[in-house]
């Protein structure tokens, strides 16, 4: 079966700075793989995400995630946070995209 | 265009009582899905929907019953509420092709 970890579960970074989020799934083929954002009292808002191609892809609010075969990873980043991107993250993995499994999920606190 | 509708927001339930929770969208999508959201555990599959008429079980299916006889509907029964279904639980519907789900704003279940 397939598995997603989130292996940070709080990130503290300041505004201004760059942000990475860890993904790491397994799975034995390449699945469909996602990242969602979700705003306190919010449903689940889809950043970005990757079915096959260019290993580098870019999504909404500045945010992009990489492909990484080899190690079985969907790394987020941002170079520069704003304090709007305070939220909970969640990745997402699945054989199909419609049967998904998600991360247990890093919530993002932005300093000033 | 209001995307993914859940009703109700917020429900309490005694043990042992049955209630439904709605989710309709209105994008002709053909896939929907539930899903549990708990603290630390992310969002876990209840049931998922591939069209009208078709549903299947998820990774947490026990104890709750779905059908679809519509494109638009997708609702969620719980047959004999308990305290461990006390969450936040959330609809999400995606078209067929590669594209995310979007997700409706949730309902928090909180059974005593």
């Known amino acids: 079966a397939q598995s997603v970890t989130q292996p940070d579960i709080h990130i503290t970074v300041s505004e201004g700075a760059s942000l990475e989020l860890r993904c790491n799934y397994s799975y034995g083929a390449t699945p469909y793989l996602f990242w969602y954002v979700q705003s306190p009292g919010q449903g689940l808002q889809l950043l970005l995400k990757?079915?096959?191609?260019?290993?580098l892809v870019q999504g909404i609010k500045g945010f992009e995630a990489e492909f990484k075969r080899s190690q079985s990873s969907f790394n987020l980043r941002k170079p520069s946070v704003h304090w709007s991107d305070a939220a909970e993250y969640f990745c997402?993995?699945?054989?199909?995209?419609?049967?998904?499994?998600f991360g247990a999920g890093t919530t993002v606190t932005v300093r000033a | 265009n209001a995307g993914v509708t859940q009703t109700p927001k917020f429900q309490v339930l005694k043990t042992g009582q049955s209630m439904t929770l709605q989710c309709a969208q209105d994008m002709n999508h053909e896939y929907m899905s539930w899903y549990r959201q708990d603290p630390g555990m992310g969002l876990r599959l209840i049931h998922y929907s591939v069209g009208a008429g078709i549903t299947d079980q998820g990774e947490v299916p026990n104890g709750y019953n779905v059908s679809r006889s519509t494109t638009e509907d997708f609702p969620l029964r719980l047959l004999s509420a308990a305290p461990s279904q006390t969450s936040v639980y959330f609809c999400?519907?995606?078209?067929?092709?590669?594209?995310?789900?979007?997700f409706g704003s949730g309902t928090r279940l909180t059974v005593v």
């Open positions: 990757y079915f096959s191609g260019d290993t």
């Open positions: 999400a519907s995606k078209p067929t092709g590669n594209y995310g789900y979007t």
């Open positions: 997402a993995v699945g054989v199909y995209d419609y049967k998904l499994s």
